[in-house]
C-alpha cells in the first residue's frame, strides 16, 4: 500500500548470469534503496539513490549496480550472479519532504542462485 | 547511530495492550526512534516514529522517556494478526545515506 512493486517477486537463476531486479514507485519520492535480507544477518544495504542518475553505494556493494534513470524506478542489477547472492531482496522508498520521514517496504523479491 | 536493545521475545493476549520496551541509552539529540515490524516473508513495515514527544497513530503508540534513554511501542488491543518481528531503530535523520539498521528484534507472539 505504499506504491511500491517489485518485480520479479520470485526468481531462479544459475551461477554466472545476469540478474536484473526492479523497483517501481508511484509516490515520486526522492529516495529510493536497496536492501538484502539473510538469516543471521538482518537487513542490510546494498545501494542507494537520492535523486535521478544520484546512486551511491551501502555497506554490501560489491557485485552488485544500479541505476536510475527515472524517479519511478530503481534497477538493481547482479552482473554474473553468485550463490553467495542468494537472498531476499527489499526496496524501499523515502519521501525527501518532512523532518525524519520513514522508509517503506516493497514485498521483496525472493531470489535463488544455483 | 545509537545502538538499540530489545527483548527477544514476549508473548501477549489477544485483544490486551502490547508493550514494547526499547532501549536507546546513548542517543543523540538529533536521531529518531522508528519501530518497523515484519511478518513472516514480507517487507518490513512502518509502524510509527517520534523525536521526542509521544506519538500515536492508528496503529500503535510511541512513549520516549523524558531523557530520551528509552522507548515504549504499545498496541492498544493486539491481534494474532499483530505476531510479528517488531524493529526499533535509532537514526539521524536528513542525510542522504539515510540507511536502516535493523538489528534482532522483539518476536511477539499473541496467543488466543
Known amino acids: 500500500d505504499a506504491g511500491i512493486t517489485q518485480s520479479p517477486r520470485h526468481k531462479v537463476t544459475e551461477t554466472g548470469t545476469p540478474v536484473t531486479l526492479r523497483c517501481h514507485q508511484t509516490?515520486?519520492?526522492?529516495?529510493m534503496y536497496w536492501y538484502r535480507q539473510d538469516p543471521g544477518h538482518g537487513l542490510r544495504l546494498i545501494h542507494y539513490?537520492?535523486?535521478?542518475?544520484?546512486?551511491d553505494k551501502g555497506e554490501v556493494s560489491d557485485g552488485y549496480s544500479v541505476s536510475r534513470s527515472k524517479t519511478e524506478d530503481f534497477l538493481l542489477t547482479l552482473e554474473s550472479a553468485t550463490s553467495s547472492q542468494t537472498s531476499v531482496y527489499f526496496c524501499?522508498?523515502?519521501?525527501?519532504?518532512?523532518?525524519?520521514?520513514?522508509?517503506?517496504f516493497g514485498d521483496g523479491t525472493r531470489l535463488s542462485i544455483l | 547511530d545509537a545502538k538499540t536493545t530489545q527483548p527477544t521475545s514476549m508473548d501477549c493476549a489477544e485483544g490486551r495492550a502490547a508493550n514494547l520496551p526499547c532501549n536507546h541509552s546513548?542517543?543523540?539529540?538529533?536521531?529518531?526512534v522508528y519501530w518497523y515490524r515484519q511478518i513472516h516473508s514480507q517487507g518490513p513495515q512502518y509502524i510509527i516514529h517520534?523525536?521526542?514527544n509521544n506519538e500515536t497513530n492508528e496503529m500503535a503508540s510511541l512513549i520516549i522517556t523524558e531523557d530520551r534513554k528509552s522507548s515504549t511501542l504499545i498496541l492498544p488491543h493486539a491481534t494474532l494478526r499483530d505476531t510479528a518481528v517488531y524493529y526499533c531503530i535509532v537514526r539521524v535523520a536528513g542525510a542522504n545515506d539515510y540507511k536502516l539498521s535493523f538489528g534482532a528484534g522483539t518476536t511477539v507472539t499473541v496467543r488466543a
Open positions: 509516490e515520486n519520492h526522492r529516495y
Open positions: 524501499a522508498i523515502r519521501a525527501r519532504t518532512g523532518e525524519g520521514q520513514p522508509q517503506h
Open positions: 517520534g523525536l521526542k
Open positions: 539513490s537520492y535523486g535521478v542518475k544520484d546512486t
Open positions: 546513548t542517543i543523540s539529540g538529533n536521531e529518531y
